[in-house]
């Protein structure tokens, strides 16, 4: 089967998008793993494919593929990638688009040639919707990792995370605790694990290590989630940039039951065909 894919990133989160409208599309996990890799395959992040909407409200379909070949319910740098995509590919002309996700709808709005907003919809602290293992919601929670206990926030964007905050990010032990924490039995669905360093009330630092692909320069939906954890604790104002490896992102959040917005630029690398 060969496949066209655009190859595309969002401040170095890297992404293949795949257009699963015109094209018949039925990728395994191992083919999604395959497209991810490195060395044998194109190189991403996530897989992002946009089909058809399954209700009439909505303009598109888009899933979202981790490297590892699990499906995510939720990627904000990809979305904002997903509608450059789509005017680039001609599926739509519009620059308010209406997607669907396994964790919810969002609106995607284009600013300009490579700036888009994306509404990421409000943010779910319920341990049930996280999903966390803990009876009853709390501001933040205690973890086990190694026999160190670490107090982190956890919410879900549509897709789960844990924020823990950290001095100096540059220096934080991402490596060791970020696949600890990714697997920890609390997160009976896995977790992404964001390091977050408060730099002043409209400035964070922060490093994700991302559930199914590892440390990424950049992940959008952990800036939403760690702006609105560090909001709840009193330490954010409404409107943060967000310092990640790969570059800035904006985020406002106006507090509980409110949509997060966020903001950065979206980048076409290179497009091809791939035989799978
Ligand atoms: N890079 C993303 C998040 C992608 C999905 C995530 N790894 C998950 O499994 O939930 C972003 O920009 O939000």
């Excluded at 795949?18 to 990728?27: W, Y």
């Excluded at 699990?70 to 590919?89: I, K, M, V, W």
């Excluded at 924020?163 to 992404?192: K, M, Q, S, T």
């Excluded at 990424?216 to 939906?221: H, Q, R």
Aim: charged share 25%; aromatic share 6%; glycine share 12%.
């Amino acid at each position: 089967m060969a496949i066209r894919f655009t190859k595309m990133h969002g401040i170095g989160n890297d992404f293949v998008v795949l257009d699963g409208v015109t094209q018949q599309l039925q990728l395994k996990p191992r083919d999604i793993r395959r497209l991810a890799d490195r060395r044998r395959g194109v190189g991403c992040d996530q897989v992002l494919i946009a089909e058809p909407p399954g209700r009439p409200d909505v303009d598109f379909r888009y899933r979202i593929f981790n490297a590892d070949g699990s499906e995510a319910g939720q990627c904000g740098n990809g979305a904002r990638c997903f509608a450059r995509f789509l005017r680039h590919r001609k599926l739509t002309a519009k620059r308010l688009i209406t997607v669907e996700t396994q964790g919810g709808l969002m609106t995607l709005r284009v600013l300009d040639k490579h700036e888009v907003e994306v509404d990421m919809g409000a943010p779910r602290l319920e341990p049930a919707d996280i999903p966390l293992d803990r009876p009853a919601r709390a501001d933040s929670y205690d973890l086990t990792v190694d026999g160190e206990t670490l107090r982190v926030g956890a919410l879900s964007m549509g897709n789960p995370h844990a924020v823990l905050r950290v001095d100096d990010v540059a220096h934080c032990d991402l490596e060791r605790l970020g696949p600890e924490i990714e697997g920890h039995p609390a997160f009976p669905e896995r977790v992404n694990a964001g390091f977050a360093e408060i730099v002043d009330r409209g400035t964070l630092r922060l490093r994700v290590y991302e559930r199914g692909a590892g440390e990424t320069l950049a992940c959008g939906s952990g800036a939403c989630a760690a702006v609105v954890w560090g909001r709840r604790q009193g330490w954010l104002d409404e409107q943060v940039t967000v310092h990640l490896p790969g570059g800035k992102l904006s985020v406002s959040w106006a507090g509980d039951g409110e949509p997060v917005l966020l903001r950065g630029p979206t980048a076409i690398a290179f497009e091809g065909t791939i035989r799978l």
